[in-house]
């Protein structure tokens, strides 16, 4: 047999075929005008420009949204979602090759591609999507994990995609039986159907069955084209289009700066003082809960839950835009916008309706919510389409910190400390020079101009057992030779707790004073030890008008030993557990540096924790949360103490003031009697380099 012949006669045993485009065109107007109502409403958002570098974006499309990279994360949920989603791309392609055969008279579905594609190809993906849908409901409807959503609408959605598929399956069974295609073996799925069907029906039964199929299948597939827009499957569209628009910059860099000098209210208290690609980012959302379910503080049982901020936020733009927005032009230039507009026609006597208060108006925002967040940023690493959630958080505080001035007690005495003292600890009694005693540290002062600034923080100069970590980090500096000083008392705290908390003001007066402080010392290089530092510093003084060289300190170390200035010799016998703090690994992506040195701090090997890199779990001590005294049952550095004792490790390493601090308290109210240590890197380093003295 001639496979060159193989093809198979398009719309078999359908009459009146005219009547499908007369059908299409209202289909696609609905669905054009849904989407129309999506397109105009992210309009009404602030300007920003995301359509920079488009090889970047393009290829961030391709790894995420056609690879699938971050939803195969969840293994069972990622499978099926890529047997539903690959398997529909090739039926978008197969019904594509039909049109431009039919429609346009371009014959292409015979010989190899009809066999091999059209024939074996679509059958296999048809079959992955039944099996797709298949694992989904089973999930949805048996599983039922707590992070999802259950609606009537998931559920119809299911049905219709299971329902064009098997159609689909029964359209090509029913034809194959009924003409007793050649070519049948090359259909597998629709072969066997082909059999099932032949001893039940006759082949006049076969062909009044098969227009009805045709005809059903048809009103199923146009239904949900014209449906799609109004429902979550609208995420096939936006999904890809918030991927493209992503935050190309770290995690570290993704709050907005704020222009005082033209910024008339501070903060955010509706949706129109969002941007269009926050608003962009309401409508993305999957629903699949993956924020929610690695969120610490949701973890823990607290009432913080990125996926509802995010989805009720969502409802209330689509179901109550008018009070949502207000009346009014439409927000003004950008790179996704445009001029000014008229006003609205839904106003008061010609009068412009103030845009409705969002904090508190729906759940999800509710003021206490607000503050249970530590910014760890768990919540945008692992969505699927790149939601940035934790900057809506952040711009919601700003409005609650310098629009209304309510906000945590225990945070408040923190700013309050910030603004007095340059520092956010109140009542501690430190100096910036106590850990220098018996250092011969060099002040930049004093006129010697170092390679490098150590920049020490607020933490490792004013926080005793921190001070420990500063000596031996000074130590390990001093024995590789490098020349470095420091700010001493005129270094002021960097920023991040001010700016997490939510007042901008505040951070920006701070950035401005030590921007000139290094610049009137010419500061060209610095390394801290703090990752909040280092992340603010390096991120975030950019935009401020301070550029310069930032390292952490475990990246500077792991140079010094790879130039042989470094000499170790480790004797510890301890099995050391690395804790990646979420401000160098998730914010900035640092994760291999600090593991090698742990490696070569003990002889033994090191242990990896369950919630590792990217998916580690945060210590609880960011976004200001270190200032605040949370319940006793819903700690967040108790839930990570709790994993760690799941280990054997001996030694918990960190990176970090914040999660020294977090972690020892944690660890020691869950340990018992069993003895783990907490360290900073270079508290171990500076044992291998001197085993018999202590830093």
């Given amino acids: ?152 609408e998931a559920a119809w959605i299911l049905a219709a995609v299971f329902a064009i598929v098997v159609t689909g399956f029964l359209l090509e069974g029913l034809r194959i039986a009924a003409t007793n295609d050649p070519w049948a073996a090359w259909s597998p799925f629709g072969n066997l159907t082909a059999r099932l069907l032949r001893p039940a029906m006759g082949a006049n039964a076969m062909q009044q069955a098969h227009r009805v199929t045709w005809w059903s299948h048809l009103a199923v597939s146009f239904g949900c084209i014209a449906w799609l827009p109004y429902t979550k499957m609208m995420h096939v569209l936006t999904g890809p289009l918030n991927i493209y628009a992503a935050n190309l910059g770290p995690i570290g860099a993704s709050l907005k700066n704020i222009d005082f000098e033209s910024t008339a209210s501070f903060g955010v208290n509706s949706l129109k003082a969002f941007t269009w690609k926050d608003l962009l980012d309401l409508d993305a959302c999957t629903e699949c809960g993956r924020c929610t379910s690695v969120c610490p503080a949701s973890t823990v049982g607290k009432e913080l839950s990125p996926r509802d901020v995010i989805i009720d936020l969502r409802n209330l733009m689509h179901e109550r835009p ?68 934790m900057p809506k958080i952040v711009d919601m505080r700003r409005y609650q910190v310098m629009e209304q001035s309510d906000f945590p007690d225990s945070m408040q005495a923190a700013i309050m400390s910030l603004e007095s003292r340059g520092h956010p600890f109140p009542g501690t009694q430190a100096s910036r020079l106590d850990w220098t005693d018996g250092l011969n540290v060099d002040l930049i002062k004093d006129g010697k101009q170092p390679d490098i600034l150590l920049w020490v923080g607020c933490g490792g100069a004013l926080l005793e057992r921190n001070q420990k970590v500063m000596r031996a980090t000074a130590k390990l500096l001093q024995a590789a030779g490098v020349k ?182 944690g660890i020691n109210a869950r340990k018992g009697d069993r003895e783990v240590r907490v360290k900073d890197v270079a508290e171990l380093l500076a044992e291998a380099l001197q085993p018999h003295t202590k830093a």
């Avoid at 998916?615 to 949360?625: L, Y």
């Fill in 484 to 665: 470095f000083a420091i700010l001493g008392r005129e270094e002021k705290c960097c920023g991040d707790p001010a700016r997490r908390i939510g007042n901008e003001f505040q951070f920006e007066s701070l950035a401005k004073d030590n921007i000139a402080t290094f610049n009137k010392y010419k500061v060209k290089r610095i390394i801290t030890t703090c990752p909040h530092c280092f992340n603010t510093l390096k991120n975030e003084y950019p935009y401020q008008g301070g550029n310069f060289e930032v390292r952490h300190h475990t990246e500077f170390f792991v140079d010094l030993v790879q130039q042989g200035r470094l000499k170790l010799s480790a004797e510890s016998d301890k099995k050391i557990a690395f804790h990646d703090p979420c401000y160098l690994g998730r914010h900035n992506g640092i994760y291999d540096e600090p593991r090698s040195l742990v490696r070569i701090s003990s002889r033994v090997a090191p242990v990896e924790l369950q919630r590792n890199r990217s998916n580690s779990f945060c210590c609880g001590g960011g976004g200001g949360m270190s200032f605040v005294e949370e319940p006793p049952a819903q700690r967040v550095n108790q839930e990570r103490a709790r994993e760690i004792l799941a280990t054997d490790a001996d030694v918990v390493a960190v990176g970090c003031p914040f999660c020294l601090t977090m972690m020892e308290d």
């Fill in 1 to 152: 047999m001639n496979t060159a012949e193989a093809t198979r006669q398009i719309y078999w045993n359908i009459s009146h075929v005219w009547v499908m485009y007369v059908l299409l065109l209202p289909v696609l107007v609905i669905a054009g005008y849904g989407i129309y109502r999506h397109v105009v409403l992210w309009r009404r958002g602030l300007p920003l420009a995301r359509f920079d570098r488009p090889a970047e974006r393009i290829k961030l499309v391709l790894k995420h949204a056609l690879g699938q990279q971050r939803t195969a994360r969840d293994s069972y949920a990622g499978l099926f979602h890529r047997f539903i989603f690959y398997g529909f791309i090739v039926l978008v392609i197969a019904t594509t090759i039909v049109a431009i055969d039919a429609d346009l008279g371009i014959h292409v579905m015979h010989g190899g591609l009809y066999l091999y594609f059209q024939s074996f190809v679509v059958d296999v993906f048809g079959v992955l999507v039944l099996v797709g849908t298949l694992m989904a409901a089973l999930r949805r409807f048996v599983a039922r994990p707590k992070n999802l959503i259950y609606t009537d």
């Fill in 322 to 389: 008018h009070e949502a927005f207000g009346s009014g032009p439409v927000n003004g230039n950008g790179a996704f916008g445009e001029a000014a507009a008229a006003p609205d026609q839904n106003s008061l006597n010609g009068e412009a309706l103030a845009p409705l208060a969002i904090i508190g108006t729906v759940p999800g925002t509710l003021p206490e919510r607000l503050w249970q967040c530590t910014t760890c940023a768990a919540c945008m690493e692992v969505c699927p389409v790149f939601i940035e959630q």
